[in-house]
């Protein structure tokens, strides 16, 4: 993924509570006036966005960005902000347009306008929300004040994992099988935290424990709003705390997750029952209503196995004060302000720096986005992606895909056999642009206008039967990952596609009214960025038909690995905030395809302007466009409180040495600057970094 890749399922949780919580006062204006939809324009390439002052052999990020950073302050209630970032933000204020004409529809509208429109008009009715209060949690709440034993627990849990989309416990869900990439299996893995990592639990350093400490504060917090009394809500905090920490230890880490191999563990559903015997399993899967299956996929034991010692050994008191906390703390983005606030307080500002909460019209957009994504995103495209965009993109996508065949035939520490398995794989990757061919039907989720509680529970229960539908069925490869507004890309080493949702695809990043040198350093590094990752410590570890094979000679893979260790090393350099240094064995293959894309993205853009006669604009040279237009993706402002919690769970380089960390590799970079050997931004010969 080029930006904030969320892998594994057992994120998601974090991730729906990371919407910022809105303020009152800023929800009520918001409700008003009808927004014409428009995009606002921003060229790809931004002279005004430089800063000449720096010497772009010196800092060359600095060079390109300064003046961007300058004129872009974080606004309050974010919690950083670049140009992908902002044109998100243009993007929900383009859909917000969108949402209120189809609430505002009239009753001749068709099936998606009223799905869209009543989801974000009920979102919308805050006090309609707020009346409620913490009233639907009511029956769930009970549900779990019932269980007598540990294996009682499954239902509830299960009927927990459907209304919340997230990891209970564990986490489960369908998964392509390793061995098999066109069939689907079904899958537990780990999950259950509150925290945004399992090493938030296991580190030893001051700031750890104080977020440790904050954390129970604000599980405490979420039990007095439930209305439990302060000293009972403090011990119930620290048994949450004491169960979260136990998984932790016995949970896999980042680094660990990213070898598939750790990742695979087809066992019998008959084994995983003697593994975890406190548990049922057969009757959590009836509840979920899965296909039936005998094999799946349990990652990792250890984790299962310090599930069972959990359940068996605390008090069943105890796991209904974890359910309890998990019920409240998954919906409270949903129920009234105290809760929305409370959120707010502990995810938003003390982990990340947020210093405002988001208006509710801003939330209410991304959950629409969220829930009915393929809805909303068939108006969207409809009045921003075009058939000519759609051509100019995938022929775009081709030069670079023609470069990577180029780059492989050339590369002379590959051998001939694995040339010829790596150009299978790469002619085998299937280009995914804009949307999806065939759009998902919501009609079956009630949407209603004044239940916004049901409407996301309904949605996101949809989401997960749709998901553990696929259990035994053969994998569909026009399915999309990310809605069609997304300003994100990803590949899919089992799919083994590429994906630009039309959201990506927007000036600035791509710009239909620019010429091709900035728009190939930037939308064409990331087309290259994606195929490589098809290439890089993991994906190279699938072959063209998505299984997990080695397709690799034993010394090509040293060979490979040598290279890559040369980009670890680079990386392991960069001092992120404070004291804290990349972890470049987690960015590892993001900081690789960065590299990768933009030597691609060079050859590719070359071969489109052959014979062409390039001219100087506003006195930078072509090459010298190329590079600034690369650079001017990811101009950004970080807080620090944000660039810490990215350093733990963020598989990308910060922005900044996203860009200096390419450019000191690339000849090509040097000679368009006219930079000389020393400068910072020339590595020494010998530490050139070239995987591809
Ligand atoms: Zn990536």
Avoid at 290 to 318: G, H, Q
Avoid at 326 to 345: D, I, M, P
């Amino acid at each position: 993924m080029k930006k904030h890749f969320v892998v594994c399922i057992a994120l998601l949780v974090f991730v729906l509570l990371s919407i910022a919580p809105a303020q009152q006062k800023a929800a009520v204006t918001g409700s008003n006036a009808v927004v014409e939809p428009s995009l606002p324009y921003s060229p790809s390439l931004d002279v005004g966005s430089m800063d000449k002052t720096v010497d772009p052999c010196v800092d060359f990020y600095q060079y390109s960005c300064g003046g961007w950073q300058k004129k872009n302050p974080i606004p309050p209630d974010q919690v950083s902000w670049g140009v992908y970032g902002k044109l998100y933000q243009d993007n929900l204020n383009f859909l917000r347009g969108i949402l209120e004409q189809a609430a505002t529809a009239g009753s001749k509208r068709d099936t998606v306008t009223q799905e869209i429109g009543d989801f974000y008009a009920a979102c919308m009715d805050e006090a309609a929300v707020e009346k409620l209060g913490a009233g639907a949690l009511k029956p769930r709440l009970a549900a779990i004040e019932q269980l007598k034993s540990a294996r009682d627990l499954a239902p509830v849990v299960a009927r927990m994992q459907l209304d919340l989309g997230g990891a209970v416990l564990f986490s489960s869900g369908a998964r392509q099988d390793p061995d098999n990439s066109e069939e689907q299996i079904a899958g537990v893995d780990q999950g259950g935290l509150g925290l945004p990592d399992r090493d938030y639990y296991t580190k030893d350093d001051a700031k750890s424990k104080e977020t440790r400490e904050r954390y129970v504060e604000h599980i405490q917090k979420i039990f007095e709003l439930l209305g439990d009394q302060p000293g009972m809500a403090k011990q119930n905090a620290a048994t949450v705390m004491r169960i979260e920490t136990a998984l932790a230890t016995a949970a896999m880490t980042r680094v660990e997750r990213r070898d598939p191999y750790k990742r695979k563990n087809k066992i019998k559903l008959a084994d995983l029952q003697q593994m975890v015997p406190s548990f049922d399993w057969t009757a959590y899967f009836r509840t979920l209503k899965t296909p039936p299956f005998e094999i799946l996929n349990v990652s990792p034991p250890s984790f299962f196995k310090e599930l069972e010692a959990r359940l068996k050994d605390e008090p069943v008191a105890n796991l209904r004060t974890y359910l309890r906390f998990h019920l409240a703390n998954g919906y409270s983005n949903y129920l009234s302000s105290a809760f929305v606030t409370e959120n707010f307080e502990f995810y938003l500002k003390y982990l990340r720096g947020a210093k405002e909460m988001q208006p509710r019209w801003r939330r209410c957009v991304q959950f629409t986005d969220r829930d009915l994504g393929e809805a909303l995103g068939q108006a969207y495209v409809r009045k921003v992606f075009s058939s000519d965009l759609k051509a100019s993109t995938l022929d775009m996508v081709q030069r670079i895909e023609d470069a990577m065949a180029q780059r492989i035939g050339l590369l002379d520490w590959m051998s001939a056999e694995t040339k010829e398995q790596a150009l299978g794989k790469l002619h085998g990757i299937r280009n995914k642009i804009g949307y999806p061919e065939k759009w998902r039907d919501y009609s079956s989720v009630k949407i209603a206008r004044n239940d916004f509680f049901g409407n996301v529970q309904r949605a996101t229960e949809f989401e997960r039967r749709r998901n553990f539908n696929k259990i035994g069925q053969p994998v569909d490869h026009g399915e999309w990952g990310m809605s069609p507004p997304t300003v994100n890309a990803y590949y899919n080493g089992q799919m083994n596609d590429i994906n630009f949702p039309a959201g990506v695809l927007q000036p600035p990043l791509y710009d239909s009214r620019m010429d091709d040198a900035p728009n190939y350093g930037n939308t064409g590094g990331t087309i290259g960025h994606e195929l490589t990752h098809g290439f890089d410590d993991q994906g190279a570890k699938f072959d063209a038909k998505g299984n997990l094979r080695d397709w690799w000679s034993k010394e090509d893979k040293q060979k490979f690995e040598d290279r890559t260790k040369c980009v670890a090393d680079q990386y392991a350099q960069y001092v992120v905030v404070d004291d804290i240094h990349i972890n470049s064995r987690l960015t590892l293959g993001e900081d690789v395809a960065d590299l990768g894309g933009e030597i691609l993205a060079y050859i590719a853009w070359q071969g489109a302007t052959k014979g062409k006669d390039l001219k100087p604009v506003d006195g930078l040279t072509p090459e010298q466009r190329f590079f600034i237009g690369f650079a001017q993706w990811d101009c950004a402002n970080n807080r620090p409180e944000d660039l810490r919690l990215r350093a733990m769970t963020d598989p990308h380089s910060p922005s900044k040495y996203r860009i200096n960390g390419v450019v000191v590799n690339m000849p090509e970079f040097s000679s368009a600057f006219s930079c000389k050997a020393g400068q910072p931004m020339v590595n020494p010969a010998e530490k050139v970094c070239k995987v591809w």
